[in-house]
């Protein structure tokens, strides 16, 4: 099995900055790839940043410039760092992960529970 463990949700003024982290653990051979999704208030979930295995990152529209996706492939980890964060941006966010578990089988979709993030003055 496969956890997926996300961490630094919060509360933050409109203009501030938070970071996630999202730690991967369990049995993995290797995390093909690592994302932030995000799920507001009456709305459905949205891809907000992927970072590949080579380090190739896509960005939302909405987040460019703004938040900055990382990853520490020898941690199974990936962090989302959020600059200049608008009340709009608030909305749980989910880490996601695409998993292979052993050599040669094909990778498995992970979710982590979530992390609140609040924008609000």
């Known amino acids: 099995q496969v956890q997926l463990v996300e961490s630094g949700g919060g509360l933050v003024q409109p203009g501030g900055s938070l970071r996630l982290s999202c730690a991967a653990s369990?049995?993995?051979?290797?995390?093909?790839?690592m994302a932030w999704y995000r799920r507001a208030s009456g709305k459905e979930r949205e891809l907000v940043a992927l970072?590949?295995?080579?380090?190739?990152?896509t960005y939302a529209d909405s987040v460019k410039g703004r938040f900055t996706i990382s990853r520490e492939s020898a941690k199974n980890a990936a962090y989302l760092q959020m600059n200049s964060l608008k009340p709009e941006d608030a909305a749980v966010y989910f880490c996601?992960?695409?998993?292979?578990?052993?050599?040669?089988?094909?990778?498995?979709?992970?979710w982590g529970q979530g992390t609140q993030v609040t924008v609000s003055s």
């Open positions: 996601y992960a695409s998993v292979r578990r052993s050599i040669g089988t094909p990778w498995t979709s992970y």
């Open positions: 369990g049995s993995i051979f290797s995390v093909v790839s």
């Open positions: 970072i590949t295995s080579d380090g190739t990152a």
